[in-house]
């Protein structure tokens, strides 16, 4: 079945710095992925969509400008947390679908962020 | 509008029974339906998949559901629970390319 990597599966940092994480369709091409955020016990909220070769798609109320999306090929997409707070801490998924109606969604491991 | 609802948040039945979660969806479109699981601190792990085929679907590890259109159902069943199924459940549809609606979340817990 189709896979999709996310690195790293926790990190720690110190407030005020930034935070990159990866996801990677490792044996298909992803135009589009997704960035979650989950909260303990809650399901998945859909932070944005991420377009390959063109800008993120966020949803309401996610900052933009805290929450940078880079999405340069077809199987590389990023989210950097810029300028972490304890706020931010939380797990991090990424997913991503096949270009086909009906496909489902692959999703990465996850990311524990931890800021201090 | 489109949407899922999973009827109960929590679940629990003994090792060995059946298991039952259950999921009602709204959509206009004819939907493509999946049922993921996620295991704590880890993603989510697909289960089986509905798209428009037949409406028994057999999944990973026994799983199974059915697609009832007229019930606007798609409940997914176990004949008998193992203490490694004891996870989070989520029901999932796609209304259109890129397009995913999430529920909330059924809790299963498995008692020895």
């Known amino acids: 079945g189709a896979v999709v990597s996310q690195h790293p599966s926790w990190v720690i940092c110190k407030s005020g710095t930034s935070v990159k994480i990866e996801c990677r369709s490792l044996d298909f091409q992803a135009t589009t992925m997704f960035w979650y955020r989950q909260f303990p016990k809650q399901s998945l909220m859909l932070m944005a969509t991420?377009?390959?070769?063109?800008?993120?798609?966020?949803e309401q109320g996610v900052e933009k400008d805290k929450f940078l999306i880079n999405h340069a090929s077809l199987t590389l997409s990023t989210l950097t947390v810029t300028s972490a707070h304890p706020e931010d801490s939380s797990f991090y998924i990424c997913?991503?679908?096949?270009?086909?109606?009906?496909?489902?969604?692959?999703f990465g491991n996850g990311t524990r962020l931890t800021v201090t | 509008a489109q949407s899922v609802t999973q009827l109960d948040s929590h679940v629990s039945v003994s090792e060995g029974t059946p298991v039952l979660l259950r999921c009602n969806y709204s959509s206009s479109y004819s939907p493509s339906l999946f049922w993921y699981v996620q295991h704590p601190n880890k993603g989510l792990q697909l289960l089986l998949k509905y798209t428009s085929a037949a409406t028994l679907v057999k999944g990973i590890n026994g799983f199974e559901a059915e697609f009832k259109k007229s019930e606007t159902s798609f409940h997914l069943t176990k004949p008998s629970a193992h203490m490694s199924d004891a996870a989070e459940y989520f029901c999932?549809?796609?209304?259109?390319?890129?397009?995913?609606?999430f529920g909330t979340g059924t809790r299963l817990k498995v008692l020895a």
């Open positions: 997913s991503a679908s096949r270009d086909r109606v009906g496909s489902p969604l692959h």
């Open positions: 991420s377009n390959e070769g063109s800008k993120a798609t966020y």
């Open positions: 999932v549809v796609s209304v259109g390319t890129y397009k995913y609606i």
